[in-house]
C-alpha cells in the first residue's frame, strides 16, 4: 500500500487539481486544486462537501458515478463536470475519480483537468449559465432535490417567496418538517414509488410565519445505476389563491345561498353515497323530510323577503340540533331533509320532537315589528335492507311527512 506522505509529495507538484474526500468532505486538495476554485487557501475547501463545488445541473451525474464506485482502486473515467469555485465562477473539469485508502479510511480521490479556457466550449458555458441563473433566480416555483431520507439537499431561492426561509434555512433539513402532518410527504413518496413522478400533485406546507398554504408538487423519482432509490428532484408552487377559488366554487356549486345549507343537488349525491355504504355494511341510518306549515301564507302576507328571512332562520334553529356527521339539505321551497346516520327510530324521533318544538317555541317579526310564529311538519323513517334505492326512502319519509299535515300538521310522523 503506498503510505499517504507519498500521496502528498505527488500532489503538491502535480499541474492538475487532486483533491481527496472521506465521506463526501474534503479532507486534502492539493495547490492546483485551491488555484482552480479560486480559494485563497485551503481552509476555504478542506471540510467542504465536494457536491458544493458541483454545478446543480451536474450533481445528481456526480452522485451517481460516485456511488457506483465501489471497492478500493475502483476507477471512474474521466468526464467533465460543471463546477462552481469559491467565488461563485463557472468552470469546466474533466475529471476522474478512484477509491483509495487514506489515513485508514476508505476515501475518494479526484483529480481534473481545468477545460474553462477552451474557447468554444467557455463561450457556451457563459451563455448557458447565464441564461441558468435567470431562469433559476426568477422562477415562481421552488427547485428542489432530497437524498433518499427525505433530507434537502438543494433548494432554489424561490423559497423565499413561497415559503419566506431562506435556502440555507432549508438545506439540510427534513422535507415532513414542512408539512402540516407528516402523512403528507408520506403521501407524496407512496405516489413516486408507484409511478416513479407525481404532477400537480396536491399538498400543504408551513411557511416561515406558520401559515399553511396549498401547493402544487411536480417531482420524479431518483435512481442511483444499481437501481436504489436515491431521492427526489423536482418543483413545487403556491396554489393558495387557486385552492381558495376552487373551494369557493364548490361552495357555490353544492351550498344553497339562502339558508348556507347543502342544495338539493348536493343533499342528494351525498345521501346517494350513504346509502350505499350503508346498504354495502348493514348499519342503519335515519331520515327526516321537514315542511313548513302555511308557509305560503307567510309569503303572501309578507312577500318572499320576509319569506327568505324565515326560511334562514327555520335552517339555522334546526341545525343547531344537529350533529356535524348529520346531513342537512334544502330540497326547494320550504321543504328540507335531514339524513342522520347511525341513528335508530327513538334516536331520530327524539331529534325530530326536539326540532319540531323548537321551532314552534321561537317568534318571528313581521316588517312592521309584530311578533308571529311557525310551526313545522315531520316524517320520519329509516333505511330497510330491502331498500334497492335511495329513492325508496324519500318515499316513505314524504309518506310520513303527509300523514303530519294531514292530521293537524306541527306533528312528527313515523312510516315503516
Given at each position: 500500500m503506498i503510505p499517504d506522505a507519498f500521496y502528498r509529495h505527488l500532489f503538491e507538484i502535480m499541474p492538475t487539481s487532486a483533491v481527496i474526500a472521506i465521506e463526501g468532505r474534503i479532507v486534502y486538495a492539493n495547490p492546483a486544486a485551491i488555484q482552480f476554485l479560486d480559494a485563497e487557501n485551503a481552509n476555504q475547501v478542506i471540510g467542504h462537501t465536494m457536491i458544493e463545488f458541483i454545478h446543480p445541473l451536474d450533481q445528481t451525474r456526480s452522485n451517481n458515478r460516485l456511488n457506483k464506485s465501489s471497492g478500493v482502486d475502483w476507477i471512474n473515467a474521466p468526464s467533465q463536470f460543471r463546477m462552481q469555485t469559491v467565488s461563485a465562477q463557472m468552470k469546466m473539469l474533466l475529471s476522474a475519480s478512484v477509491r483509495i485508502?487514506?489515513?485508514?479510511?476508505?476515501?475518494?480521490l479526484v483529480t481534473g483537468i481545468d477545460m474553462t479556457e477552451h474557447a468554444e466550449m467557455a463561450e457556451q458555458l457563459r451563455v448557458s449559465e447565464k441564461n441558468f441563473r435567470q431562469l433559476f433566480e426568477n422562477m415562481q416555483e421552488v427547485y428542489y432535490r432530497t437524498d433518499a431520507k427525505g433530507i434537502v439537499q438543494m433548494v432554489g431561492p424561490g423559497v423565499r417567496?413561497?415559503?419566506?426561509f431562506e435556502p440555507h434555512e432549508i438545506v439540510g433539513k427534513a422535507t415532513e418538517s414542512f408539512y402540516p402532518q407528516a402523512s403528507d410527504r408520506d403521501a407524496i413518496k407512496k405516489a413516486l414509488m408507484l409511478d416513479g413522478k407525481v404532477t400537480d400533485f396536491p399538498g400543504q406546507m408551513v411557511r416561515k410565519d406558520a401559515r399553511v398554504i396549498d401547493i402544487s408538487?411536480?417531482?420524479?423519482?431518483?435512481?442511483?445505476?444499481?437501481?436504489v432509490f436515491a431521492g427526489v428532484e423536482g418543483t413545487y408552487r403556491d396554489v393558495t389563491q387557486r385552492k381558495i377559488m376552487e373551494r369557493e366554487l364548490q361552495r357555490l356549486a353544492t351550498t344553497d345561498p339562502l339558508t348556507e345549507i347543502a342544495n338539493r343537488r348536493s343533499f342528494l349525491e351525498q345521501a346517494e353515497q350513504i346509502f350505499k355504504t350503508s346498504q354495502r355494511y348493514q348499519t342503519g341510518f335515519t331520515m327526516l323530510m321537514l315542511d313548513l306549515?302555511?308557509?305560503?301564507?307567510?309569503?303572501?302576507?309578507?312577500g318572499h323577503l320576509g319569506?327568505?328571512?324565515?326560511?334562514?332562520?327555520?335552517a339555522h334553529t334546526v341545525g343547531l340540533e344537529l350533529r356535524d356527521s348529520d346531513l342537512f339539505g334544502r330540497l326547494g321551497g320550504e321543504e328540507f331533509c335531514i339524513l342522520l346516520q347511525q341513528a335508530h327510530r327513538d334516536e331520530a324521533l327524539n331529534v325530530a320532537e326536539r326540532i319540531r318544538q323548537r321551532i314552534q317555541d321561537i317568534s318571528f317579526k313581521d316588517p312592521a315589528g309584530e311578533l308571529f310564529t311557525l310551526t313545522v311538519s315531520i316524517g320520519v323513517t329509516n333505511n330497510l335492507e330491502s331498500d334497492e334505492r335511495l329513492a325508496n326512502l324519500l318515499e316513505r319519509a314524504d309518506k310520513a311527512l303527509y300523514q303530519a299535515k294531514h292530521t293537524g300538521r306541527n306533528k312528527?310522523?313515523?312510516f315503516v
Open positions: 485508502s487514506y489515513e485508514g479510511q476508505d476515501a475518494i417567496n413561497v415559503l419566506g408538487i411536480n417531482s420524479r423519482a431518483l435512481y442511483d445505476d444499481a437501481g306549515d302555511l308557509f305560503k301564507a307567510i309569503n303572501d302576507k309578507y319569506g327568505d328571512k324565515v326560511l334562514a332562520r327555520f312528527v310522523v313515523w
